[in-house]
């Protein structure tokens, strides 16, 4: 769908608690749009709780719960049953938890439900941190990132939630990202209009989590596209496609950028560039990088 | 707005629920309208949907709660929008 033909309403208000350049609620005014008012969101501890402002205020113009750090999926199913019994089949349920909330303290609740069916969006942004307790280290950090709990750099590579659903074969699993809204858009609408449960990540660069520059949110991205570093694709009843950039990537179209286009701009990794470059990790994310699209196209590319 | 008599803290939707956000502006996005072609790319990233657009999709800057980011400036492929220091506020 063409810009011009996405909505004009807004249900996330002006004047919230989001910093400057943020990109959750650049994701969440396009969700938002997609899904429409008759919405009934979940939203464990992260960025977003906090966003919602203060008592006896908040910004959402939509329904919103809060819960407990782990309990997002749970919440959710709870929320869907009661719709449910109340046989409001209009209303769409969506959980919104940050990468902390997904892929490791609500991994449990997460996994449960999908293997339930319940009937519902489970929509995690991801900014690759815990930012909302001040950016520590989660599953989702890359490697060699800085954070407050890997200050020489995170020693692990991130692992692949999406990877992790798609294991759970539900209806609909999808990657995107908020520099791509026709994609994002498009995505959240058919997870609308399908029954049982849907995956959706939405990678989110953070300006002070990631260290830079707070005009440049969406430019981060889309580098981080560009070099393969996130991707953009989606399964639909198990069938997998790599959309848009990712999709020219995974066909050899075009050849991948290095990551160091994407890291170079950001502060958290500036330890492999200052005093001297760190040529040795330089190299492991490259490589590490080459590993996973080869696996991609193994796994997912036309044979 | 419709009140709910619930025993739990509820909160309600408001406008500015942390105020005129625009005072944390150290920048300020100036639009030029005659450069402008409407391709709405700064009304979709801006983060605070601060920029307003219009039946015929031309854009404004609501200054009330813009937070200077500078997102709108580096989304606009035709640089119709360029930030400028903030004059410092008078005593
Ligand atoms: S991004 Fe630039 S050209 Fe596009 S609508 Fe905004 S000001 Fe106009
Ligand atoms: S500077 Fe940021 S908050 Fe202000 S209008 Fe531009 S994108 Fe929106």
Redesign the interface.
């Known amino acids: 769908m063409a810009?011009?033909d996405?909505p004009?309403d807004?249900c996330?208000?002006?004047?919230?608690?989001?910093?400057?350049?943020?990109?959750a609620?650049?994701g969440l005014?396009?969700v938002l749009k997609a899904l429409g008012k008759k919405t009934f969101l979940v939203v464990p501890a992260c960025c977003t709780a906090v966003i919602?402002?203060?008592?006896?205020?908040?910004?959402?113009?939509v329904p919103v719960m809060n819960i407990a750090f782990e309990a997002a999926a749970a919440g959710a199913s709870g929320v869907e049953a009661a719709l449910r019994q109340q046989g409001r089949s209009d209303i769409t349920v969506a959980a919104w938890a940050g990468d902390g909330g997904t892929y490791d303290i609500g991994l449990q609740a997460l996994s449960g439900a999908l293997e339930r069916g319940t009937n519902f969006i489970y929509i995690c942004y991801n900014n690759q941190i815990y930012s909302n307790t001040g950016i520590q280290r989660s599953g989702a950090t890359p490697y060699a990132a800085w954070t407050t709990t890997t200050v020489s750099g995170k020693t692990e590579f991130r692992k692949e939630m999406g990877e992790i659903v798609l294991a759970h074969h539900i209806p609909y699993v999808a990657q995107t990202c908020i520099s791509y809204?026709e994609d994002l858009y498009g995505k959240i609408q058919k997870a609308k209009s399908i029954k049982g449960p849907k995956y959706i990540e939405i990678l989110a660069p953070c300006p002070p989590g990631w260290r830079f520059?707070?005009?440049?949110?969406?430019?981060m991205g889309r580098l981080a596209v560009d070099t393969g570093a996130w991707s953009l694709w989606e399964c639909e009843n198990d069938v997998m496609t790599f959309n848009g950039k990712s999709k020219l990537l995974l066909e050899k179209k075009v050849a991948r950028k290095p990551i160091e286009d994407w890291i170079k701009y950001q502060g958290r990794f500036s330890h492999l560039f200052k005093p001297e470059r760190d040529e040795e990790r330089l190299k492991a994310i490259e490589e590490h990088t080459d590993h996973l699209w080869e696996r991609y196209r193994k796994c997912y590319g036309k044979i | 707005m419709k009140k709910y008599p619930v025993e739990t803290s509820l909160s309600y939707p408001k406008k500015g629920a942390m105020g005129k956000t625009g005072s944390w502006r150290v920048f300020k996005p100036i639009l030029d309208k005659k450069k402008c072609v409407k391709c709405l790319r700064c009304w979709i990233f801006c983060p605070e949907g601060s920029i307003h657009r219009e039946k015929d999709d031309s854009v404004s800057i609501d200054y009330d709660f813009c937070k200077g980011c500078g997102v709108c400036a580096n989304e606009c492929n035709v640089k119709a929008i360029i930030m400028e220091r903030e004059e410092a506020k008078k005593k």
């Open positions: 810009l011009k996405f004009v807004e996330l208000l002006q004047g919230n608690a989001s910093c400057p350049g943020c990109p609620t650049v005014r396009m919602e402002s203060l008592y006896p205020h908040t910004s959402f113009d809204p520059s707070m005009d440049k949110t969406i430019e």
